[in-house]
Structure formats: structure tokens, C-alpha cells
């Protein structure tokens, strides 16, 4: 009866703690805080029930018929736990990052560079492309700036976005 009972409690438990688990990308982007032409973008991932997992960033952008790459915009990629303690992250290739200790990942954050006045090659179809220029404009075209974890292209996405005073 008592090992029954406690396998109940486990079911329940295991039950509830799947209810509170974040089940969506949640972004956000500081444009205030721009450092030479980049900017940070921090992302509170989706529940991740696998030791671990890859990161990925758009290779081609529907319509443009051209490889872009975005991940060759990123730079500092850091995935860490809820102590802010860095998880051990492999470079695969220039769109793809494989994070170990998964399970316990809490935030993804990386730098993204702008595209327009870039110098790499091949370059990107300024319509597909994205922008940052303190002062004047940003063009946050979505492909540029986020990525999604491997299996989970499909999940609700949320963004913040804070903004220069004045802008």
C-alpha cells in the first residue's frame, strides 16, 4: 500500500512539475545597449527533457533562393543553468551549437551582428538582411536574430524588446 501510494505521489509530482515547465521561446533584445554594431539577444528556452541538444540558427530564408547562414552573425554563445553557471557548449558549424546538460539549461545568449554594412561573403539580400544603427534604425528581421532548438521549430515564441529613450 505505502509503495503504491508513493508511486502515486511520483506520478502527481512528475505531473505538475511538466505543468510549470516554460513551454515556449521567450526572447528579448536590448537596443539601448548597442556594442559595436551588436547587440545581445537572451533567450529563456523551452523545457528541454534530453541531456543535450543543438541550437540552431536559420541556414535560408524562404523566397531569397540563396544560402544566408545567420549563424555566421553570432558571436559570444553561452548557454547557462539557473545559477548562471556557463553549460558546456560545442561550435558544430557556423549555424549550429550543441549544448550539453541540457536538461538544466535556463537562458541562451549571444551577440548578433548586423548584415547590411557587413563584409562578409557571400552577402545577404538586404530585404533578408537586419540592421543596427544606434541612433537611426533597427531592422530586426526575425531569421537574423533568433534561433530554435532542434525538434522544437513549432513552439509559441514571445519577444521583448527594449528600447533607446526617445526612440
Do not use: H
Not at 537562458?107 to 537611426?136: H, L
Amino acid at each position: 500500500m505505502k509503495n503504491r501510494a508513493f508511486a502515486l505521489l511520483l506520478a502527481g509530482f512528475a505531473f505538475c512539475s511538466n505543468l510549470w515547465a516554460q513551454k515556449d521561446y521567450s526572447y528579448s533584445l536590448d537596443l539601448s545597449q548597442v556594442v559595436e554594431d551588436r547587440v545581445q539577444v537572451t533567450l529563456t528556452p523551452p523545457a528541454v527533457a534530453t541531456d543535450q541538444i543543438e541550437f540552431q540558427m536559420p541556414k535560408i530564408v524562404p523566397g531569397t533562393y540563396s544560402i544566408s547562414d545567420f549563424g555566421r552573425f553570432i558571436t559570444g554563445f553561452e548557454a547557462t543553468d539557473e545559477s548562471g553557471t556557463p553549460l558546456p557548449v560545442d561550435y558544430i558549424d557556423q549555424n549550429r551549437w550543441l549544448i550539453r546538460n541540457a536538461k538544466s539549461m535556463k537562458k541562451i545568449s549571444y551577440w548578433v551582428e548586423d548584415t547590411w554594412d557587413s563584409k562578409a561573403t557571400p552577402r545577404i539580400f538586404e530585404p533578408a538582411g537586419t540592421n543596427i544603427e544606434v541612433n537611426n534604425n533597427f531592422v530586426v528581421n526575425p531569421f537574423g536574430f533568433f534561433g530554435y532548438l532542434e525538434g522544437m521549430k513549432e513552439m509559441p515564441f514571445k519577444l521583448t524588446v527594449k528600447k533607446p529613450s526617445g526612440f
